[in-house]
């Protein structure tokens, strides 16, 4: 219970026991008065009555009875008796009470001197089975002697019913009082509190009327409420869908999240068979940001490049996913061939991937597909400001195919707040150099409030390149670009997968997995599995992680014949000559491993190049002995994580190339140079023989980072920031009076 409450209702109490007491008092002095009032009524009725009496002693009795009669008309009157001098009954009034019959009352009325029969005035209050009563003893007196006595009894009960009336008739004033004094105070702070924090809500919000009342401690109101958010958010404990939720509906007040991204969650595809199945892509991207926009519900505007894409939409192109749950959509772009060309494999792939990619080729920039990648940018971007629902969305713009929107979203929408997130490395300022158009590129990202990477290198290498190309205050103290009076944070997030992974959940036990793997690819009982999923990209370092395996048979004969690595390859931007190329040089290079270490009923490489649904990678992932992630460069690598994800037995080692922003977190795995065969084929032969305590230590210490580092705190910090930002641009904005931000975060 509440302080507040605990201690009014001690007052409540203690004020309750105070006002039984005093009623306490005012009942005994109430009955005094009562009775001393009787008392009077009772003398003054008797000496009239007494008087008549004494003229009618010597008449009938049928006289006194009248007289007494007359008596009993008052109703309080219960009896009358009348004794004569020798305390012998002359009469009385029908069932006057024995108790107080002539010979009872007559020794408390005869004077108390020796010898003397001389009655006196007497008077008691004496309790009956029927209640109390006031007997009052009066002589009947002649000229010259005393005839006898009357004995009057008056009715008591009345004050009794009159002090039970007095009494609940306080308590009902004292609760009514009680109610008043503390419900009126309480209830008109209460409504004075909601008056000053609705309005206080909106001053912060900035969708208020200027108050005068909070103008002198606005500022400070602010520092505290951001400081007191910040501690909340910063508070321990897992996050979790729910916990996004709620900090979403704190934050943002239930806005709809519009995600850019130019890869969809699902594809509709037509099988051979010419039915539609729904195909989740190989995307990193895709993994993280799928359980993000199932939590927080909302619109996800990506590329329709599916081929019964089409078929699936209503006539907004929107099509609910995911199958089956239905917690949010996806507004489907169409893109013609020229564009998909120009803006997908021309300008982002051919471009952009590598140069921000250290992977050692070539970037390749041509001013057509500049032209397409602006013009696409546009279309999005209009296809974005055409989802959302307020002047003031938050929109979350998703790598290097859109680095122009958040400018042109900006454009349309001044209030909105669009975060920007990097999926891939930044390259240093020098490298970024080499783009003709990086100035326009780097201009577009500075549309967005927030631009986050997954490391705080990448952050810095954008700090630089900005400080190096453009016109702009670099705020170094607190990481952000001002420029033409537009602040942009630039802060790290780095990625991860949503926890418990579903897939994991839902998949067979390692056990299971490792029977039909072993079925199905004919391996020994003794076999030892390596496994690597990737998409066939020359940055994931596939061939160095080949030759790394041809090395390890070399070096280490006891291998032969028992290891094999399962290579997931799932064809890539098979349009680009580069991409093309890799993939006929991986199958020559895992035909001629196969060829030099293979035997009958023994294949060292297992080139699996089709597409795998995420199940199909699980049991894959808890079959092996050992995982290589072997990137030349890497933005994070999600497979490195879901590995671990995978591994709910705990077995397994991860080997990780340091290129790679998941090695910052993953320290417990094998950490190596894949360009550095010697090292990477010892890594290799150093987790197949890693003892099993070992094993478990390692992965139970990554399990524990990721419980923790998941894809929901990814999303809730970065949601946080922005709804940080946006409240500081309407206060800042609104104190200034223009919406342009100039203050510091
Ligand atoms: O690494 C950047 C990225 O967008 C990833 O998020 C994703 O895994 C990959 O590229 C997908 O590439 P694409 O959409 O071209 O197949």
Redesign the pocket.
């Known amino acids: 219970m509440p302080r507040m409450a605990q201690f009014v209702l001690a007052l409540i109490v203690g004020l309750a026991i105070l006002t039984w007491a005093a009623s306490g008092v005012v009942q005994t002095t109430a009955r005094e008065w009562f009775e001393r009032d009787v008392n009077t009524r009772a003398r003054l009725v008797l000496a009239g009555a007494t008087q008549s009496m004494a003229n009618s002693w010597y008449s009938e009795d049928e006289d006194l009875q009248k007289q007494l009669r007359g008596l009993l008309r008052d109703e309080r009157v219960m009896g009358v008796s009348v004794c004569n001098a020798d305390l012998s009954q002359r009469t009385s009034t029908p069932g006057f009470p024995e108790e107080f019959d002539c010979l009872a009352v007559g020794s408390r009325v005869r004077a108390p001197e020796e010898g003397s029969n001389e009655l006196q005035e007497w008077s008691t209050v004496a309790t009956l089975p029927t209640g109390r009563v006031h007997v009052s003893v009066m002589p009947v007196e002649g000229l010259e002697r005393q005839f006898g006595f009357v004995v009057l009894l008056h009715d008591l009960s009345y004050i009794e019913r009159r002090e039970a009336q007095a009494r609940t008739f306080l308590l009902i004033a004292f609760a009514f009082l009680a109610v008043l004094a503390f419900g009126l105070p309480m209830f008109v702070t209460k409504w004075a509190r909601y008056g000053w924090s609705s309005e206080l809500r909106s001053v912060l919000r900035g969708d208020g009327k200027q108050s005068r009342e909070f103008q002198p401690i606005l500022s400070d109101v602010r520092a505290l409420v951001e400081r007191m958010a910040n501690e909340k958010e910063d508070v321990p404990g897992q996050w979790t869908a729910e916990r996004l939720k709620q900090t979403l509906n704190r934050h943002l007040h239930g806005e709809k999240i519009v995600i850019l991204a130019?890869?969809e969650p699902y594809i509709h595809q037509r099988t051979i068979d010419g039915e539609i199945e729904v195909q989740h892509?190989?995307?990193?991207?895709v993994t993280a940001l799928e359980p993000v926009m199932r939590a927080c519900s909302g619109v996800w505007v990506a590329h329709g490049g599916g081929d019964a894409d089409r078929e699936a939409v209503d006539r907004n192109d929107h099509v609910r996913v995911p199958p089956g749950e239905e917690s949010y959509h996806i507004r489907r772009v169409w893109l013609s061939e020229e564009e998909q060309q120009g803006y997908y494999y021309g300008f982002s792939?051919e471009g952009l991937w590598p140069l921000c990619h250290v992977a050692h080729a070539r970037p390749l920039f041509r001013a057509e597909d500049w032209r397409q990648y602006q013009a696409v940018n546009q279309k999005f971007a209009d296809a974005v400001c055409s989802e959302v629902d307020s002047k003031d969305p938050i929109i979350l713009v998703q790598?290097y195919h859109f680095a122009l929107a958040p400018a042109m979203i900006r454009k349309r929408l001044p209030a909105a707040t669009v975060i920007v997130f990097w999926?891939?490395p930044w390259p240093n300022a020098e490298r970024m150099g080499i783009c003709p158009w990086r100035n326009e590129l780097l201009d577009g990202m500075l549309g967005a409030s927030i631009v986050g990477f997954h490391t705080q290198l990448h952050c810095n290498n954008f700090v630089d390149s900005v400080d190096r190309y453009l016109e702009t205050r670099i705020d170094r103290e607190h990481s952000a670009v001002v420029m033409q009076g537009h602040r942009t944070l630039i802060r790290p997030y780095p990625i991860s997968l949503e926890w418990p992974v579903r897939w994991a959940e839902n998949a067979p036990s390692p056990e299971d997995c490792r029977a039909q793997v072993w079925r199905e690819f004919g391996l020994k009982p003794n076999a030892l599995l390596g496994v690597g999923v990737d998409?066939l990209d020359y940055t994931k370092g596939i061939e160095e992680r080949l030759l790394a395996v041809e090395r390890l048979l070399e070096q280490h004969p006891e291998f032969r014949g028992r290891f094999s690595f399962a290579q997931l390859a799932a064809p890539?931007?098979t349009k680009i000559e580069r991409y093309h190329a890799l993939n006929e040089m991986i199958e020559g290079l895992a035909a001629r491993i196969n060829q030099r270490f293979g035997s009958a009923g023994y294949q060292p490489i297992i080139l699996l190049r089709f597409h795998h649904e995420p199940p199909e990678v699980f049991r894959f992932y808890r079959a092996a002995d050992v995982c290589y992630v072997s990137s030349l460069h890497d933005?994070m690598n999600l497979v490195a994580k879901e590995f671990v994800a995978a591994r709910t037995d705990l077995k397994g080692v991860l080997v990780l190339s340091e290129f790679t922003g998941a090695a910052r977190e993953l320290t417990e795995a094998l950490i190596v140079n894949p360009y550095d065969l010697e090292a990477s084929s010892n890594a290799l032969a150093a987790a197949l023989m890693m003892p099993l305590e070992e094993q478990k230590d390692r992965m139970r210490s990554m399990r524990s980072l990721l419980v923790q580092f998941n894809v929901y705190r990814w999303a809730g910090k970065m949601l946080v920031d922005a709804a940080r930002v946006r409240n500081q641009e309407r206060v800042t904005g609104r104190l200034a009076g223009r919406s342009a931000v100039s203050s510091t975060l």
């Not at 892509?281 to 991207?285: D, F, R, Y």
Request: overall charge positive; charged content about 25%; proline content about 7%.
């Open positions: 130019n890869r892509p190989a995307s990193g991207l792939n790598d999926h891939i998409r890539s931007r933005g």
